[in-house]
């Protein structure tokens, strides 16, 4: 099932995008808002709304730093004001020189979990989504470390729904195409810590709430943004998330 979060009046919901109606059907019926509307009704927003998005950092082969550390995967947090959805623009901030693309899987909670065996993650899961660990290279670079760099706004697209129906998100595989140039493919098998194991490893460290958000990390390889073009990440039975780069001097005024 693929899921949206839409607002319609004053009521924000998940609904069940119905692809050949063109619609979506309310996923909780107590919100007393119609069971199905069109989609020119709603206002399609991000997908997630988390309290935090935790990032994995080295989770494939050819990492820069390897994995040479023993005592699990890196963590780092993107702030939920980076997130943006599909159909939205990527704002290149005016002090960055380099600013890249990195596509990745992202997994969706669905209830509380704290300390979580990988064999009961799935049924702590809403689902999965495409994900863009957007980097400004040369923060990196010079601080070392990735929060800075990762943290801008719009620096976490995620979309273009929650797909609900995923039983092995091992067995995918992930393209970044920028401008129809393909820069990144691998298997999502390839990875280090697999999906399950890396929100048991993450609930061992914080409690994940129902909307939280794992970047589960991203191959090798990446695409370098300039304003105009166009990044788009593909999981196979996921779906595809499309952004286009804009300048930060386009950001339309505060209204």
Aim: proline share 9%; with cysteine.
């Amino acid at each position: 099932m693929k899921v949206l979060r839409v607002r319609r009046g004053d009521r924000t919901y998940y609904g069940q995008l119905l692809l050949p109606q063109r619609a979506v059907r309310c996923l909780d019926p107590a919100l007393g808002v119609p069971e199905v509307v069109g989609l020119s009704e709603v206002t399609v927003l991000p997908p997630v709304a988390p309290s935090k998005v935790v990032c994995v950092l080295d989770n494939f082969p050819g990492s820069p730093r390897g994995r040479a550390q023993a005592d699990g995967p890196l963590l780092f947090l993107k702030p939920p004001s980076a997130i943006i959805g599909s159909g939205e623009a990527i704002l290149l901030p005016r002090a960055v020189a380099r600013v890249e693309a990195f596509g990745g899987l992202a997994v969706v909670l669905g209830r509380a979990c704290h300390n979580v065996a990988p064999a009961e993650v799935p049924r702590c899961l809403f689902g999965f989504a495409c994900a863009n660990d957007v980097t400004a290279g040369d923060l990196y670079a010079a601080d070392g470390l990735p929060d800075r760099a990762k943290g801008f706004d719009t620096f976490a697209p995620i979309g273009p729904w929650i797909e609900t129906a995923v039983a092995d998100p091992s067995a995918l595989t992930l393209r970044t195409r920028v401008n129809g140039t393909l820069v990144q493919e691998a298997s999502l098998a390839d990875m280090a810590v697999s999906p399950f194991d890396l929100v048991s490893f993450v609930s061992g460290v914080m409690t994940l709430l129902p909307g939280d958000v794992i970047l589960t990390g991203s191959p090798a390889g990446g695409g370098r943004l300039a304003p105009g073009d166009e990044v788009r990440v593909e999981i196979d039975e996921v779906g595809v998330l499309i952004n286009a780069a804009r300048g930060e001097a386009e950001r339309a005024p505060l209204q």
